[in-house]
């Protein structure tokens, strides 16, 4: 099948419909993060367990898309976006109506396997449609269609909630969600042919037990309990019987194909831009939940007050996000991804020396610092990881990025949450110093993975020029 790469209103229309769809999940992701004070005192439940409402959120993400690979070769991508819109507003329906905790985090799950689709398949869309001179641009394009959710989310969040009530979060975001539908269902075409093959469900089932057994025991971490520790392992060994499965499938004469291609992980800059990446995005969710939940129990702003925090940085964020990619068209990558990691540790130093005393205006402007790092960064570290892969491996190396990103953030706010959460419960006579002194061990590991993510992604950058020398050497000889 020939498809003219063509930069026309179809396509821009059809990156916006597939990007209101992760849009809208961020937004109520960002917006609910705010309100989990609110939610433990009318559900009565605790810090470990509210983070669950993003935890799963991102849970049923990193499940759904490593299927994207098969999705996008079976099925056609109207009917596969037509779907995801259709999962997420029944989610957003019975988040809406939700009288209880446990139908609440139903809705986030239906809403987590609507994005799982909708997702890779926007940067699907890009990679596969969008003119190849502007690429960088257009894969800025919809990282600022994800990079201005957390803009609004937080801030209208806080709003809603302080004069509607939390349920009104999800009616507010239905309009953009029938937008999302009839847009895509009139935009989106096909550019691939579609193929019948076999899908690995056991891969599927492996993945996702291995996955849920990671949170669930990182979500009780600071308890130091046995099966904690039992969790974790059994998580391990599911994801190396996964990475087994998915060899002999792949070594299988009668052309099986795995769930998901783990080829990608040969290419060490590959490997090591996806590492960087995933780590920005555990940083990222981590800090999406400290500091809203810093701002309310420990300074005692309220809920639109603690939202607002974060919407200077995110707007800064959103407009580096364009501009990097331009920049990424122009030099390449890697000045760009270094001077944005910088920036990120920069803020982290920040955060460390300054919680002590920090008000509303300093932690907004430590963010201000993070927000431009990741908006400098995070578009060109995607679209350079998949620059190194071959052409017939960058769909797979989507769906690993966009797995290892989603898992890392549900990984990063529940080792937030539960740093918190265990110090919390060893001081439960002072729950403000308590709250305090596990977000400031929660930033002091943060800063650790900063330094980890520079290292990861200057190493990835050494290794890639020198694979280009090797072959530049041998084109000579």
Not at 56 to 82: D, Q, W
Not at 467 to 475: D, L, Q, S, Y
Request: aromatic share 10%; charged share 10%; with cysteine.
């Amino acid at each position: 099948m020939q498809f003219e790469r063509r930069l026309d209103r179809r396509l821009i229309f059809s990156i916006i419909a597939a990007g209101i769809l992760s849009f809208t999940g961020v937004v109520i992701e960002t917006a609910m993060n705010v309100t989990f004070p609110s939610l433990m005192k009318e559900f009565g439940i605790s810090t470990s367990l509210v983070q669950w409402i993003t935890t799963g959120y991102l849970l049923v993400l990193a499940v759904v898309i490593p299927t994207s690979g098969y999705l996008k070769e079976r099925f056609p991508m109207k009917g596969l976006f037509l779907t995801a819109a259709g999962l997420f507003i029944l989610g957003t329906l019975l988040g809406a109506w939700s009288l209880d905790f446990l139908l609440l985090l139903l809705g986030r799950l239906l809403q987590g396997a609507g994005t799982g689709i909708a997702l890779p398949l926007m940067f699907n869309i890009i990679m596969e449609q969008a003119p190849l001179n502007r690429l960088g641009v257009m894969v800025g394009a919809g990282m600022l269609v994800c990079a201005l959710a957390p803009a609004v989310g937080p801030s209208i969040g806080g709003y809603i909630v302080s004069l509607f009530g939390w349920r009104m979060i999800f009616w507010a975001v239905l309009p953009l969600l029938l937008i999302s539908f009839m847009a895509g269902g009139l935009s989106v075409r096909q550019s691939s042919e579609i193929r019948v093959r076999p899908f690995d469900t056991g891969g599927l089932l492996y993945l996702a037990i291995s996955f849920t057994c990671l949170l669930l025991g990182l979500t009780d971490l600071g308890k130091g309990k046995i099966t904690v520790m039992a969790a974790i392992l059994f998580a391990g060994f599911l994801l190396a019987f996964f990475l087994f499965r998915n060899h002999e499938i792949r070594c299988m004469e009668r052309g099986g194909r795995p769930l998901l291609n783990i080829r990608a992980f040969g290419n060490r800059p590959f490997v090591l831009g996806a590492l960087g990446l995933s780590l920005l995005q555990f940083i990222c969710l981590a800090l999406g939940f400290l500091i809203p939940n810093f701002s309310q129990i420990v300074t005692g702003k309220n809920a639109f007050a603690a939202g607002c925090i974060l919407l200077p940085g995110c707007v800064l964020g959103a407009l580096f996000a364009p501009v990097s990619g331009r920049i990424y068209d122009r030099f390449g990558a890697k000045k760009p991804v270094l001077l944005g990691s910088v920036f990120l540790i920069f803020s982290l130093v920040l955060f460390n020396s300054t919680l002590s005393f920090a008000s509303t205006g300093v932690l907004m402007g430590c963010y201000l610092f993070f927000a431009a790092g990741q908006g400098l960064s995070v578009g060109n570290i995607l679209t350079y990881s998949l620059s190194v892969l071959d052409k017939s491996m960058k769909p797979d190396g989507n769906a690993i990025c966009n797995t290892l990103q989603q898992l890392s953030g549900a990984v990063g706010t529940a080792v937030a949450a539960a740093l918190v959460s265990a110090a919390q419960l060893a001081l439960p006579s002072d729950f403000v110093h308590a709250t305090a002194s596990g977000t400031a061990e929660a930033f002091l590991l943060l800063l650790g993975l900063g330094a980890l993510q520079f290292a990861a992604l200057f190493s990835s950058f050494r290794k890639e020029e020198r694979g280009e020398r090797r072959e530049t050497v041998g084109e000579r000889r």
